[in-house]
Structures are given as C-alpha cells and as structure tokens.
C-alpha cells in the first residue's frame, strides 16, 4: 500500500471512487433511475417485438435462422464492448460516475445474490443505459421506415437478448442455480460457460463478453490494442474503497 500512497493519480482516483460509490449508495435516485430504465427497456422490448410480428413478410427459414445466427454473434460483441467500456471507465466524476463505480464492485463478488431468472432479466436490463436509446431508435425505424424483415429482426433480436446476456452471465457465476437444460446450453457455447468467463477475472483485459464468448477473439484484440487493463485501476479503486 506505501506504493499507493505516492502515486498522486491513483490516490485522486481512488478518493473519486469512493466519492462516486458513496453517491450510487446513499442517493436513492440513482437505483431509481436504474429501476425507470428497466420499465422503459422491457416495454420497449415488447413494442419492438409486436411491431416486428405485425410487420412480418414471407421471409425464408434459412434467411430467419442466418439472421439470428448474425443477431446472436452482434448481441455478443456489442455488450462486450459494453463490459470493456465499463471495467476500464475512470471518469467518477461524470454524471454515470457512480454507476460505473457500482459496476466495478461485480469483479469483488463472483457469486451472485440468488434471484429468481425473471427478476434478473428485469433489474440487470437497469443497469444498460445504452440500452435504452438503442431501443428507442429502434421502435423510431420501425415506426417511421420500411425496414427489411431480416433487419428487422435482426435489431429487435439484439434488444432482447442484449437482456438474456445478463443472464447468461449470471448462471455462468452462479452455475449451482443453473437446471440441466442451462448448464446443456452452457456445455455447448449456447450460453456462457463457467470454464470460458473464468479468464476474465483470473487474467487481466481479457473475455469481456457476456452471452456465450463466440466474439472475444474479436473483443481481445479491441481490448489489447485500446486499453490496459482494469486489474491495475478500477479493481485497485475497489480494493482500497473495501478496506476502509
């Protein structure tokens, strides 16, 4: 810790951290603002989905099936780069500091506190802010162009299993919780497994990605040749913020 101490930068850090963190926890807004933004992205969700069914043309299974394929691998690399974002972000005194301060505590607990999957899917869809405005630009096209079905579906799919990701990654800490046909899901890279997430706390800016991993060999070399890593800075921020 004498090491901490004489490096100004992160000892600045450190004290916004705590800053930030204090202000998530203490300032009921910033949960019930979490708690609005859920509401808003699974009614989203759901107006997305209908309108999608009520726009729906002939379209081929091979077509429907590529499309979700591509949807599937998207969803995957998008809420990567999301997590990459998140883990390495420093700017505590932003208006989404203490969000991104409540987001670095996820490294400190790596079993979850046991919810049912329904309220997972609910609360942890709060926590994507980003989110929010894809949906809405999403129910916009919809409302207002003529998009192609197989675009179509290939957005809404993203919305919604942007969602399933953090349950993916819930069963993936919490494998215990997780029935037969999840941990079949889980075996066979449908969803992600213990054995791939693992990495990303063990080793440092590595296998961000949240559904079931098929993108970190894409989201790695982002991670590699953009960032340095969190183990050397927000973990270290938590760390100190936990000690006291």
């Known amino acids: 810790m004498q090491s901490d101490s004489i490096d100004p930068?992160?000892?600045?850090?450190?004290?916004?951290?705590?800053?930030?963190?204090?202000?998530?926890?203490?300032?009921?807004?910033?949960?019930?603002?979490?708690?609005?933004?859920?509401?808003?992205?699974i009614t989203l969700q759901i107006a997305t989905m209908m309108t999608l069914l009520h726009q729906y043309s002939t379209t081929s299974i091979v077509a429907v099936v590529v499309t979700l394929f591509v949807s599937y691998f998207l969803t995957d690399f998008i809420n990567g780069i999301a997590h990459l974002i998140a883990d390495n972000a420093q700017n505590y005194t932003s208006i989404v500091g203490p969000f991104y301060a409540a987001f670095h505590l996820h490294h400190i607990k790596l079993t979850y506190e046991n919810k049912h999957?329904?309220?997972?899917?609910?609360?942890e869809s709060g926590h994507k802010i980003w989110l929010v405005f894809y949906l809405i630009i999403?129910?916009?096209?919809?409302?207002?162009?003529?998009l192609n079905f197989c675009l179509n579906l290939c957005l809404v799919s993203i919305g919604v299993l942007s969602s399933v990701a953090e349950l993916s990654h819930f069963?993936?800490?919490?494998?215990?919780q997780a029935n037969r046909f999840i941990r079949l899901l889980q075996k066979n890279r449908i969803l992600l497994s213990m054995q791939?997430?693992?990495?990303h706390h063990r080793k440092d800016n590595i296998n961000y990605a949240f559904l079931n991993g098929i993108?970190?060999?894409?989201?790695?070399?982002?991670?590699?040749?953009f960032y340095s890593g969190y183990k050397n800075f927000s973990d270290r921020h938590v760390a100190a913020y936990e000690k006291k």
């Open 9 to 41: 930068h992160l000892a600045i850090k450190i004290k916004e951290y705590e800053v930030a963190i204090e202000k998530y926890k203490n300032i009921p807004w910033y949960t019930r603002v979490e708690f609005f933004f859920s509401i808003i992205i």
């Open 196 to 199: 791939h997430h693992k990495f």
């Open 117 to 123: 999957p329904v309220k997972i899917y609910f609360y």
């Open 215 to 225: 993108s970190d060999p894409i989201l790695n070399i982002i991670a590699n040749r």
């Open 138 to 146: 999403i129910f916009l096209a919809q409302c207002f162009t003529h």
């Open 171 to 176: 069963w993936c800490h919490n494998k215990k």
